[in-house]
């Protein structure tokens, strides 16, 4: 029996998009785990990077404003580019030249999702792209799902990605092996009670994910598991229907305290507010800390953050409604 002989597969010759062409997109930050969800739950926050991509007949040009200015690459490593190109490449598109204009409001490497949302920006511009000039066809919704499945293969984890896409407090999963599969991420968006408030109090100080995500053990023990598997049950009902629970809610065993050494002032803040029955959490994997509570709590938490240090802190509305974009 002759084997088949394979020739190389030659490179496939990438069509270039019209010269002009341009989409503005709208991401928000987002805030990941809410204590016991980990790698699951998230919670969109109004407070939103705009990047705005308009094809050139050749170069690239990216003017980065606001954070991450003077510090994230402005060549072809910009996290949101190469997102951009990549998905293009990955329909037979190239980009001639690029003006990339990113109006950044998302802190870098605070537990904010900020690497998430760069990358839901980059795939959600590229597909806006080719809708623009109409050689993809596919629904809001099939748009989404894309953006979702490859942001969270990216991340390697879907708890920033469904929040950033579809706004709202959501719970994502993974499912089957191909992370690449069109049905392996989904997630659900559940409403949040009115009178929830979040409040994130942001350090000057970075963490990187991957850094915190190092610290992890590989196994915990079964009470901690148990315990912290009942909290998040717990938890969707307290965001969702009666946030009086939201204290006892948001208690876990999988990651806050095993992370806590990289981050000893946002523990040290985190205790104080939960001893005065706040349920504060660590935003994603922090360092900033999240304060899921009521209107009268917004005020204590101002204070007790003031009281404690410096800390940025923002009072933002839930994002109801994710990532957004715009021919133009
Ligand atoms: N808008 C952005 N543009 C370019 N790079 C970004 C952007 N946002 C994040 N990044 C990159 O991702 C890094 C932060 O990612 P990460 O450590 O996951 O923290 P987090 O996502 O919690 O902010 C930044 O240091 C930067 O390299
Ligand atoms: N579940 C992840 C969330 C990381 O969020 P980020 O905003 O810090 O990137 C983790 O806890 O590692």
Request: proline share 7%; hydrophobic share 45%; net charge negative.
């Amino acid at each position: 029996m002759s084997e088949a002989v394979s020739t190389p597969a030659r490179p496939r010759a990438l069509a270039p998009l019209p010269v002009g062409t341009a989409v503005t997109v709208r991401v928000p930050a987002t805030s990941a785990n809410l204590g016991p969800g980990f790698d699951a739950f998230g919670l969109a926050l109004d407070l939103c990077d705009e990047v705005r991509a308009e094809v050139l007949p050749e170069g690239l040009s990216v003017t980065v404003e606001g954070q991450g200015a003077g510090t994230v690459p402005t060549d072809g490593r910009h996290l949101v580019v190469r997102v951009l190109r990549e998905e293009l490449a990955a329909e037979g598109y190239a980009l001639p030249g690029l003006n990339l204009l990113c109006r950044n409001v998302i802190p870098h490497g605070r537990g904010l999702g900020s690497s998430a949302s760069a990358i839901v920006a980059g795939l959600a511009a590229a597909r806006g792209l080719l809708l623009a000039v109409g050689v993809v066809d596919e629904t809001d919704e099939q748009t989404r799902t894309r953006v979702l499945v490859e942001s969270s293969r990216r991340e390697g984890h879907p708890d920033n990605a469904a929040p950033a896409v579809h706004g709202g407090f959501t719970i994502a999963w993974t499912r089957g092996e191909d992370p690449t599969h069109p049905d392996a991420v989904k997630s659900v968006r559940l409403s949040v009670h009115p009178d929830v408030r979040a409040v994130v109090c942001v350090p000057e100080v970075e963490l990187a994910t991957s850094r915190a995500r190092a610290l992890l053990p590989a196994g915990v023990p079964h009470a901690d598991a148990a315990l912290t598997a009942g909290r998040a049950g717990l938890l969707v009902h307290a965001l969702t229907a009666d946030p009086s629970l939201l204290l006892d809610a948001t208690e876990e065993r999988l990651h806050q305290a095993q992370r806590a050494p990289a981050m000893p002032a946002s523990a040290r803040l985190l205790g104080v507010l939960r001893e005065q029955g706040l349920a504060a959490v660590v935003s994603g994997a922090g360092p900033s800390v999240l304060v899921l509570t009521d209107a009268a709590g917004v005020a204590r938490v101002h204070e007790t953050a003031a009281a404690q240090g410096t800390w940025d802190v923002h009072d933002r509305p839930v994002h109801p409604t994710g990532v957004s974009w715009r021919v133009g």
